[in-house]
């Protein structure tokens, strides 16, 4: 990968994460938070023998107890042992974001999220990114997830380099006040990922562990905060 490219992007991720107003502690002081995270496989994946994942958990970590959703909400449950979190993969939005009916997941915003994280975008082609239609569809997609209340929102940085998609979840974040986890720099580093443990090219190029177990930590640094 070119690395000027990737210097150019990096500055412009830490100017604008620079620019983003000091936010005041907004702690929800809840002993039970609804906490919602939407993503794609690395989310979660139903099995898919014909790829050889035959986990029904966040590709491709090696136990369901081992991806970082499930880490995530092992931190969580150590302070808020009555927290309540849901997961999904909405891989339909990552691919049809500028069109979407968000009605699809009316279960979603039915379990009344107070916190919302947000961690997709590897489904996402740079040819795909016009404008800023991706960082919009985003805050309408969270509007609905908020049906009117009041949510906290944590945004994530793709975990492989996608410079288009990562600018406008950054864009996202900065203009509306969100949280923001940058986790690209672990997918530059192949021991973050699961390479050797699966045939399936694409599966193993997955966060295995390790990088479960450091993403989940990264997004809890900033989740304990809100909670």
Known sequence: MNKIVKVIFWVFFLGLNACMEPRENPSLT??????????????????ASEIGWNGNWGM?????????FSVLGSL??????????????????????????????????????????????????ETEVNGNALAESIKLFSDYLANGRK??????????????????????AQTNGW??????????????????LFLHEGVAKHPGDLGMERIAKRIFETLKKLI
């Open 179 to 196: 949280e923001l986890v940058n986790l690209t720099d672990l997918g530059s580093k192949e021991e973050n990922m699961a390479i050797g």
């Open 76 to 125: 969580v449950k150590s302070i808020k042992p009555e927290a309540n979190l849901k997961r999904e993969n909405v891989y339909p939005f990552e691919r049809g974001f500028e069109s979407f009916d968000f009605s699809y997941y009316d279960h979603l915003r039915d379990f009344n999220p107070d916190i919302l994280i947000i961690r997709f975008g590897e489904n996402i082609g």
């Open 151 to 172: 949510m906290e929102v944590i945004v994530t940085t793709t975990f492989w380099y996608s410079e288009k998609v990562n600018q406008q979840l950054i864009l996202a």
């Open 60 to 68: 491709a970590a090696s136990a369901g107890d081992k991806d970082y």
């Open 30 to 47: 809840k002993s039970d938070p609804k906490i919602l995270a939407i993503g794609n496989s690395i989310t979660w994946h139903p099995p």
